[in-house]
């Protein structure tokens, strides 16, 4: 057990005052919930929710070969980005195994956020100064430089256009254009982690109470509610959206996770885990690996991470992540499954909920999509 304090965010006190229950997450203290997690994930499905993310880690890479550096260290091909622009990729050890997933934007020529996970930052922070030798660029822990409050729901648009001039009909998903927001400079990107439309909102600590209580009163009349972690993991889940340490690890590459899309082995020049990462690619065409598919549960069971998914008496997978789905209400799962049961209606697979063979329906992911 770590005996370093939790790192607190600058809404620290804002969320006791509104009655959060709190939880250790990577190191920080961040709100579990605040009311109800069902409610609290209903309303960013149907209305709109508030998220505070300053736990997530902001690594600015700088300087005349920053995309090169880029390129090199990351799957992706970032020296392709626009200005403005924002791309999800993942950072590779040598052997291809993941280290995280990450979105890249590109803030300027020469200027890059990397935004990773909270339980990675530090790693990828490290990965990236250490990749960075021989490179003209600049590697710089900006974690302490953000807060980050995000804004989801199909209400979200709405509310944050009576708080701003910057041009919000124009900003495309995975976009970002710095702006001014309740009278406070933020970078306004137009992503997120829920499946709905939403808007992430990087600012200075020193202004985030002021943005989260502005945003919190143009969004009472929509219905937007303040949300904590725990509705954002099952909000994701439905979306069918990968969580590291649950759909992703080290033990697995990108072709593994069905992901094999984000590697670019076009790009210029060689990158970490080329080599690794072509073996792998190779390997997954002529011998599929394991499918990650969705569950749904034809019971009340909820499945959890660690489960072994059976099918005629054999194991044949293992659950990544498994919850309530409010929208769907009934019990989903994330599983990697062995490529002959991954169909959607495969029969007779289920999953072993201590001992007992609950039944359950494959579906291809996501289980929800929002209406555009």
Wanted: charged share 25%; aromatic share 6%.
């Amino acid at each position: 057990m770590s005996s370093s304090p939790l790192r607190r965010t600058a809404l620290d006190a804002l969320h006791r005052s509104l009655g959060a229950t709190m939880t250790d997450f990577a190191g920080w203290d961040m709100p579990l919930r605040y009311g109800s997690e069902r409610d609290e994930h209903v309303a960013v499905r149907t209305k709109a929710g508030l998220f505070d993310l300053s736990h997530m880690g902001e690594i600015a890479v700088t300087g005349p070969e920053a995309a090169r550096l880029l390129d090199h260290a990351l799957v992706g091909n970032i020296g392709s980005v626009g200005v403005g622009r924002a791309r999800y990729t993942m950072i590779c050890r040598a052997d291809g195994g993941i280290l995280d997933d990450l979105i890249v934007y590109r803030l300027g020529e020469r200027e890059y956020m990397v935004v990773a996970n909270a339980s990675n930052a530090q790693v990828v922070l490290d990965a990236l100064v250490e990749r960075s030798a021989g490179f003209d660029a600049e590697v710089r822990d900006d974690r302490d430089a953000y807060a980050l409050i995000a804004v989801q729901g199909p209400e979200s648009p709405g509310v944050l256009k009576s708080l701003t001039e910057a041009d919000l009909d124009g900003l495309k998903y995975y976009a970002g254009l710095p702006g001014t927001v309740a009278g406070v400079p933020v970078l306004i990107a137009r992503t997120g982690y829920t499946g709905e439309d939403g808007f992430e909102l990087f600012v200075a600590p020193e202004h985030a109470e002021k943005l989260w209580r502005a945003l919190t009163e143009a969004g009472a009349p929509a219905g937007l509610v303040p949300c904590g972690l725990s509705c954002r993991d099952t909000l994701r889940l439905e979306a069918g959206m990968p969580l590291y340490g649950h759909e992703l690890t080290t033990s697995l590459t990108p072709f593994d996770a069905g992901l094999g899309r984000v590697v670019k082995f076009e790009k210029e020049g060689d990158f970490v885990g080329r080599a690794a990462l072509l073996e792998a690619a190779e390997r997954a065409e002529k011998n599929p690996p394991r499918v990650l598919v969705g569950l749904v549960a034809e019971g009340r069971r909820i499945p959890r991470a660690g489960y072994p998914v059976v099918a005629g008496g054999e194991v044949i997978g293992e659950v990544t992540s498994g919850a309530p789905s409010p929208t769907l209400g009934r019990p989903i799962a994330m599983a990697y499954v062995d490529a002959a049961h991954s169909a959607p209606g495969a029969a007779g697979v289920a999953v072993d909920i201590r001992g007992s063979h609950e039944p359950y329906e494959v579906v291809a992911l996501p289980f929800y999509k929002r209406r555009k």
